[in-house]
């Protein structure tokens, strides 16, 4: 009897102590997923889905990692899951369609169309084929302004597209075609600013020798 009686209590403090556990672990994980969001809003006042993406994706992973889910937190992983695949294919076609504007500008010789391209933040930077590297908008927006001023308009079509979104920055590469068949490889870096793309890095070097020569 007081064998039984001394199992029962130690089944029962293990049952406590695992059940404090748990419910700690809880708590941290909310406690955490709430501080992230709280910097995502501060951050984005516009509560922009791709923006949410990393907010999205810890907590995705916080429910995966939970043994026992409830019908609640099934049906909030499969809203997730969907919510996360729609937010990155915004993003992807948000990019596309900045490059498309970009060398739709540089195309045009548009310095309008082009300084709404680039953040207006300080650490922007771009380097032009056989130029020191620009830092600084004004700097940077001074030297499109120079290149249309004293270039003919030329189509530059990009070709061999690949981007890489990492949170709320993107790379994008590239090669840039000339019409007299030069090519350029590019680099442009874009970062998520209020709900929009902001390039700011631009970087081309030309191609004189290709794999295999």
């Known amino acids: 009897s007081s064998l039984v009686v001394f199992l029962f209590i130690s089944l029962l403090s293990l049952h406590f102590r695992f ?20 910097n995502l809003r501060v951050n984005d006042d516009d509560a922009d889905p791709v923006s949410q993406l990393p907010l999205m994706e810890a907590e995705l992973e916080a429910l995966k990692s939970t043994q026992k889910k409830s019908e609640v937190e099934e049906n909030r992983l499969s809203d997730l899951t969907i919510a996360i695949q729609d937010s990155k294919n915004a993003a992807e076609f948000g990019i596309r369609r900045s490059q498309v504007e970009f060398y739709n500008a540089f195309s045009e010789q548009d310095l309008g169309a082009m300084e ?29 302004a120079l ?43 874009y970062r998520r600013e209020r709900g929009t793309w902001k390039m700011i890095l631009h970087m081309a070097s030309p191609i004189i020798i290709t794999k295999g020569e």
């Open 19 to 38: 059940s404090a556990g748990w419910q700690t672990s809880l708590f941290r994980r909310d406690f955490a997923l709430t501080i992230m969001h709280q």
């Open 116 to 144: 709404q391209l680039w953040s207006t933040q300080p650490d922007v930077r771009c380097i032009h084929p056989g130029i020191a590297c620009l830092d600084g908008h004004k700097a940077v927006i001074q030297s499109w």
């Open 147 to 189: 290149i249309f001023a004293n270039a003919p308009k030329f189509t530059i079509q990009p070709s061999r597209t690949r981007i890489n979104i990492c949170g709320q920055t993107a790379l994008c590469s590239c090669v840039e075609e000339t019409p007299d068949g030069g090519k350029l490889e590019c680099l442009n870096v």
